[in-house]
């Protein structure tokens, strides 16, 4: 199928969609009278037309120009298509509901029955129809106005048995999935680093994601991040966006400039990037090992990490943290062949930025794809840790699931 075909069928299925929910709206406002009856379809079609411009001019722009407003319009096409699927699910019940009633009636022979699928929509139904297209939009609309950067602190204790005593009580501040090419409000962001300073950690550590796609994204925020500062050091790795595979280059070359542009960024912002490789941390004298391994995950993405090599030198370490974007390393590949491997930091999920958490409780479905997705988890003696991103991407929001700046303070068991 091509572009045109595609786009012609897109168009198609959103005008038809739209007029199917419109049969509501004619419901609901029967009784009003005309003026304001027209100002409400007036306002309906609107609505549809502003989303078919939109699908014109998402594949118009340029998204390496306007990479902000294309997200937009991209979540308003998104938004417009599930409110109205929301509420057509209703109103094809009402239907289902007056086809029964007809075919009821003309088995039975009765004359009021046998006219039940042309009798009106019932008014319920339409008012329920209504109310299911427009609460999506509503959570969508409050997702991207609180939620987006409503950074939370999250806390967690874990016992290591190995951990030198020098090193009880540590403190490591983590940060993930910053795709800096999402931001749309520059001192949020700059709030958020505070947020993390403010919690004094001994060691800072970045689980990859800095960028959606190009190192350029970068740019606007490099006097934000270049503030993380630890007594230990600022670490960071790769995820599967910041190689720049989700982008069209001129030449493969360009793609590889991109990647060493990003990396020159990290460690002019004072951070220490690990690929696929290992640093050892001293305090009073002792030590523990730092490994930090590129982009390796079990499902479709590249794999470019290599754990051996990232593994090498560090056999003798009493304890090893590994940074690794991608919590589905944990199974496949950290706990069965490297017991010793106390911690893994990860974040990649973003909990899909959608989700329920009350207390203990969990929720997200993030969790259909991936059995590892957010806060702690322990098998034996080894722990993964998930952090829930501190940005955003496609969606500009997050609904439940809140932007995370993580503490997790290392104690002697």
Request: neutral net charge.
């Amino acid at each position: 199928m091509n572009r045109a075909t595609f786009m012609t069928v897109v168009v198609g299925i959103t005008l038809l969609l739209d007029w199917y929910v419109f049969q509501a709206v004619k419901t609901v406002t029967s009784d009003l009278s005309n003026t304001p009856r027209r100002l409400v379809h007036i306002f309906y079609w609107s609505i549809t037309a502003f989303s078919l411009l939109g699908i014109l001019a998402y594949n118009l722009l340029d998204i390496s120009q306007l990479k902000s407003l294309r997200s937009i319009i991209l979540v308003f096409i998104f938004g417009n298509f599930l409110a109205k699927l929301f509420g057509a699910l209703f109103l094809f019940l009402d239907d289902i509901i007056r086809f029964v009633s007809e075919v009821y009636g003309r088995v039975a022979g009765s004359t009021d029955e046998a006219q039940g699928f042309s009798k009106s929509r019932s008014d319920f139904l339409a008012k329920t129809a209504l109310i299911a297209t427009a609460t999506p939009a509503a959570i969508m609309s409050f997702g991207i106005i609180s939620g987006a950067y409503d950074y939370r602190v999250r806390r967690k204790v874990i016992s290591l048995p190995n951990l030198p005593r020098a090193f009880d009580g540590i403190r490591i501040g983590q940060l993930s999935d910053i795709h800096s090419g999402s931001f749309f409000d520059k001192i949020a962001v700059r709030g958020g680093v505070e947020m993390l300073l403010a919690e004094k950690p001994d060691i800072i550590c970045f689980t990859g994601d800095l960028v959606n796609n190009r190192s350029e994204e970068i740019k606007d925020y490099v006097d934000i991040f270049n503030k993380l500062k630890a007594p230990l050091g600022v670490y960071s790795t790769l995820g599967n966006h910041d190689y720049g595979d989700y982008s069209s280059w001129s030449s493969d070359q360009a793609k590889k400039k991109n990647l060493q542009d990003l990396i020159t960024t990290q460690k002019q912002m004072g951070w220490d990037i690990l690929l696929n490789e290992n640093r050892f941390i001293e305090t009073n004298g002792e030590k523990i090992a730092l490994l930090g391994i590129e982009n390796w995950g079990a499902g479709r993405f590249q794999k470019y990490g290599d754990l051996t090599k990232t593994y090498a030198g560090s056999e003798e370490s009493p304890v090893k943290i590994l940074l690794s974007h991608d919590p589905s390393h944990w199974d496949a590949q950290v706990r069965p062949n490297y017991p010793d491997i106390d911690l893994m930091l990860a974040g990649h999920t973003h909990g899909m930025q959608f989700g329920v958490e009350i207390g203990d409780f969990r929720w997200s479905p993030s969790k259909w794809i991936y059995k590892q997705w957010a806060d702690l988890y322990q098998e034996g003696d080894q722990y993964l840790y998930v952090n829930r991103g501190f940005g955003f991407i496609g969606y500009p929001g997050r609904v439940g699931i809140l932007p995370e700046i993580t503490i997790l303070e290392l104690k002697s068991a």
